[in-house]
């Protein structure tokens, strides 16, 4: 077995109650984003190192 060392790195901070993490592409999109959506009506999009927010 292997070792292999990984390092974590935050992206977001201060995010008020996460409680879905989710993958997914924009309709009529090939790259996926990281959606993070909190339990107030955020839901938050990073894509290419620039941080997105949705407002429900």
């Known amino acids: 077995m292997k070792k292999v060392k990984v390092k ?3 992206v977001l901070s201060r995010i008020n109650l996460p409680t879905i993490i989710k ?3 924009f309709p009529g ?3 996926e984003s990281i959606f993070v ?3 107030p ?3 938050y999009y ?5 941080i997105g927010i949705f407002w429900i």
């Open 29 to 31: 999109d090939w790259q």
């Open 46 to 50: 990073i894509r290419d190192g620039f």
């Open 8 to 10: 974590l790195k935050p």
């Open 41 to 43: 009506g955020e839901i």
């Open 37 to 39: 959506a909190t339990q």
């Open 23 to 25: 993958t997914a592409a």
